[in-house]
């Protein structure tokens, strides 16, 4: 009895220790590793007015296809840039936190501040070092852009920016040739490299960032009317680009003079090259920019494609001849205010000491913001907008990821007591905890799927809180009926893993998760049957596989209860049975959308037959149990086959890079997948060992017959 | 007896199924290193197949074989063996609907035509190309270049040719002339559809002489690697062509075309049988008073018993973006030369006429600028079965929810049961 005692405290421990361990090493994960380099010229750093954020954040841009929040598209940028939704500057010793709307105003509006910034996360120092410059002592520090910038050569040259364009373009021409194909395979595997294109990406988004209002900070950079008496003199030295604009058929007027004209177009050179320049950077139509903030509402109610600053220079300048004169009168009086209210924005902050005027920006913010956001509501096209704000400041995913984890830890507490009244009493901590991240969950599934206007699975990240919310609920459906508290741990569980995989993929492409979807996929009937029911098969096979490991487990250490193992048995039946449903109807009824949309019901495309390979799975399964070929821990061991199977369909087959549904290569998860695998697979092989009773016999114990 | 018992045994299920889980495993893997189609040909459409575990080959059965079996399997056990009792018909249906739906695929396999149409706003047609399988077309052209009859020789035929110095003459009766085909390339394009498998001769470091071929007219066929994207490789090979006596009049090369930009071989065939090469363009000319043929090699095609003209085609962007969000074609089905019904066809919403059903599949040309004059793609299918999986699935869904809430409400019952005893017994 004694050293039962012993071995159950020091059980104990051993479970206080993992549990602690393994909440250490979730928050680490949590916190993405952000540490802040102390960058120079940032002890003065002043933030942003509150409300000057709150609006600026609220603006809505049209980019890649959908309207959204200005703070959408600069919490992405920065998640790219820095791999985290927010930055911490290191300010007077203290760690200021800067959210990305602030981070994009200072971009746009303080660009040299911006520079400072320590902002780029570089995962392999070999990629500095490649480029000739020394990596920071902890690998988890940000570099700004002026570290990059401010190393030059003899000739004052940036140096490293220039090493860092010769080498990317380098790799750009094997990439681009179809001749070297295998080449450039191994290129983007080759960290350094993959590192140093990464790179390259992220400084041109950034240069384009910073220079995206140029036009509306430093003007033309020269004094028309010092150029000529025709024009005003502005005795700042530069001309304002819509002041240019206003006087650009007397500009032309005066270049085509037969006496000083040539030497007027002569001084005009440089400012019609950096007006192209600055014109690229605000952004024109058709142009795939990296940046350019496509802000104004369109003149025409039918049109939907929004329009960006420089579309408007180029049509009043460059391509002023191709419209009519009615044409050009309308469109001035639709578009000189809008080029006006961002220079008197820019005006607001000091060209030399960067430092900001907050109460008139605040003003000329506020009126731009009411109108383009009236223009907004007049179109519709606000609402929307409205709720992403709300969804980016709730967080419900986060929410629910803590929630999940909270849960988590108070069930695994209630295993150093289970038969206490502290375990009863926290079994109801946990069920609220759970059901409120089921709800955050579930409401955040919602809201996207109001926002998008479609069913809420189109997208890989999107398959995945769909997976957890599914596979937990019928967790917790399966806890009513058995009350066994082993499906509400799973659920748990699954929760933390689920949301914790869902915000390392998200941080991981660094992309907008709420996308417009190809023409093909735009079919509600078809996402809200075919890809719902094949998303819960998944979700069922995963489930089942999951509780299969704690049969393995059970049988592998000899527990005898046979209650116990009966229940587990019967729960991985039963959910396998039901994901069988799903995952059969889903993938025929994929098949029938395939027929409808392509004219064959099957093509044996990798996804297709990773569906298949799930529903063979579950039905050897299943005839296996009945023919007698395998009993309750056979089952257990083939339901963690079949989520191996489910891995390999939901994740792997978008790796092969073929096939119709190719849509969901993700880079840098095969190391992920085969640890996956090699996990689960000696999961099974622990379940052939339970099945010889090799562990009990080694510590003595009695063989377990499980079957 | 024993063998029906097996036959109809849940261990033959087992045994099919495992392979068939297997083989789409290896199929699908497959597809990584030889793509699609040979993938399909190899695991999912033969009887037999050898693979290699490590140097060793192994023989295993095709999913096409498994499948027949397992069809018998299910008639025999889960239909005519199987207990017929109200208390469990959901089994017995759903194993029906999987029946139905194998059935579909044997089906649909051995039936279906497929094929593409290209259209231009105004073009109308009545042919479909398949777009992975290429034959050559020899045709006779009237005094106005008309087609007036064609020899075809398909896919099939071709094949043997795609071994290493494989040959092959080909006549046929009313053909005035016969004609070789030799060192035939699967591909001589790169994987951006530029012909870098047939460079000038000037060209010396990119020569190496396809092994039985040579340089004609400046120009050498040095074959490529094959796309695993089939449709997006071009074949080319070489080609002579003699009169009645073996005599070689023409000696040349043939390009695989699309639909849009032929590169036919035309010859002109005096009435001496001496057989002339001119100019693709000048096949409506015969100086000579013979007869003008054309030899092409081209994707399959096959013809409609109805037209198709595309009245208009609508591409939509998202906003501010190259994506498509949607894109329709108004065609008008076109008998007797006559336009008679018109059809709106759109992602998911196919024309279905006269057993074929033609799908919105795409439009080019690929890279196109928003002014540029685009065409669409249409996807043409004849399938028999065509809505047989659907219906399928409605009797396997039927079955599954009528078992499984069968099987639901009885554990529920129990688990009742159970707690009752359970708060009964203190």
Known sequence: MILSSQNSCNAKQRLCCLLVGFSSLFLCGLSGGEDSYESKGLANYERWDAQIVELFGSLPVLEEGRLKPIETVARYKLLRMNSSKSLRLPVGGEKLKISATEWMLDCLFRPELAKKIPVFKVNNPDVLINLGLEPHHSPRERYSYEEFSSVVDPEGMPKVLRRLSELTNAYS???????????????????????TLSLKTNMNEFEWLVNTLNFARDGLGVDLGEISPEFVKTGTGKTSVSYFL????????????????????????????????DTMTAGIKDNSSMTSLAMFPPISRDDEEWVKPGYIIEQLTFKVDELSDIDKALFTRWAMPKIKALERLAGAVDSETEKVNSQIFLSELD????????????????SKVKLEMFNNRAGLFHWALGFYFLAFLLIAFTWLAPASAFARFASLGVWAMTGVATIALIAGIILRSVMLGRPPISTLYETIPFITASAVLLCLFIEVFDRKKIALAVATLLGVGGMFLAMRFELKEARDTLKVLEAVLRSNFWLATHVIAINIGYAAALLAGAIGHIYIFAALFGVKNRDFLKAVTRMVYGVSCFGLVFALVGTVLGGVWANDSWGRFWGWDPKENGALMICIGILVMLHARMGGLIKDLGISMFAVFVSIITVFSWWHVNQLETGLHSYGFTDGIMFWLYLTYGIEFSVIALGVIAHFGIFPKLFGGREPRSE | MRFYNFLSGYTLAV??????????????MAQVEVGLYDASEKYFQSLFLIDKIGPVPIVLPGVYLVSALLFLNLLLGAIIRARKSWKRPGMLIAHGGILYILLAGFVAFHFTEEGSMLLYEGDRADEIYNLTDWSIEVARHDAEGKRESAYVIGEEDLKPLWKKGARRTFFAEGMPFEFEIYSYARNISNSKGQLTGLPLEKDRTAFTVFEGGEVIDGLAIVPQETSITREANTPATYI???????????????????????RPLTVEVAASGAVV???????????????TWSIDLTRSRYTLPFGVELEKFEKEDHPGTARAREYSSDVYRVDNGEATEKYHISMNKPM??????????????????????????????????????????YVISLGMVIHFMQKLFAYLRRSARSREKKEVKP
């Open chain 1, 173 to 195: 021409k094997v990439l681009d040739d179809p001749e070297r194909e295998q080449e450039a395979k191994q290129l983007r595997r080759d960290p350094v490299k993959a590192g």
């Open chain 1, 246 to 277: 206003e006087v650009f058929d007397k500009v032309r007027e005066v270049a085509r003079l037969p006496d000083g004209g040539e030497a007027f177009v002569a001084k005009l050179n440089t400012v019609f090259s950096i007006l192209e320049r």
């Open chain 2, 277 to 291: 090469q001119v100019p693709s363009t000048n096949i409506t000319e015969t100086d000579s008073g013979g007869e």
């Open chain 2, 240 to 262: 002579k062509v003699k009169d009645s006596t073996g005599k070689v009049h023409v000696h040349s090369i043939l390009v695989g075309a699309n639909p849009f930009a032929p």
């Open chain 1, 367 to 382: 009126s731009l913001h009411k109108n383009i956001v009236s223009e907004a509501e007049a179109r519709s096209e606000y």
């Open chain 2, 15 to 28: 045994i099919l199924l495992s392979l068939l889980l297997a083989l789409t495993y290896f199929g699908t």
């Open chain 2, 352 to 393: 279905r006429y006269a057993g074929y059903t033609l799908y919105q599949a795409s439009w080019g040309p690929p890279g196109a600028k928003p002014s540029d004059r685009l065409y669409t793609s249409l996807a043409v299918s004849r399938n028999p079965a065509d809505q047989w999986p659907k219906y399928g699935t």
